[in-house]
């Protein structure tokens, strides 16, 4: 079972992004089960900030989930490692997996049940959601929208998973 690999982490104490002067604007961190909306414009940091969080779980043992909307796997990998992240021993560990999702090919129900068997039977404490914009594609309603969010974020706090939803302004 993962569980049996994941290594032993305090749930009482802040989750670290790595990012001293971050870690202490936040008092240690975010809370585990909490969900941190992060808002910019393109090219800001947003995914680079949320990967810092990754990298810091991955110190730690722990396994994360990047999914992302708008580029692929090859892509996202290429970019961190320009900035000098290398995710490739994070992944043959089995801590790091990245998710690139079609919202044309995947609903949002698929995308719910996707990241529950991550965290369900994989173990994955740090879930990243790069971007809503690419969600909110899968569907166009806004009320489902909302409606599949909440479910999803509930699920994941419920779980006591960090997560992050990032937004392009």
């Not at 690139?100 to 369900?120: C, K, R, W």
Request: glycine residues 8%.
């Amino acid at each position: 079972m993962a569980a049996d690999h994941q290594a032993e982490v305090d749930d009482e104490d802040p989750v670290s992004s790595g990012i001293d002067a971050l870690d202490l604007m936040l008092a240690g961190g975010v809370e585990r089960g909490t969900s941190t909306l992060i808002v910019g414009p393109a090219g800001a940091g947003k995914s680079t900030m949320c990967l810092q969080w990754q990298l810091a779980a991955h110190r730690r043992g722990e396994r994360t989930l990047f999914i992302g909307f708008d580029e692929t796997e090859r892509v996202f990998v290429k970019r961190s490692r320009g900035m000098g992240i290398d995710l490739a021993p994070a992944a043959a560990k089995g801590l790091f997996t990245f998710l690139a999702v079609d919202p044309a090919e995947i609903s949002p129900g698929e995308l719910t049940s996707i990241i529950q068997h991550h965290v369900e039977q994989r173990g994955v404490r740090v879930v990243t959601i790069d971007t809503l914009t690419g969600y909110s594609h899968a569907l166009p309603e806004s009320t489902l929208l909302l409606l599949q969010m909440h479910e999803l974020i509930s699920y994941l706090n419920y779980s006591n998973v960090v997560t992050h939803l990032i937004l392009a302004q």
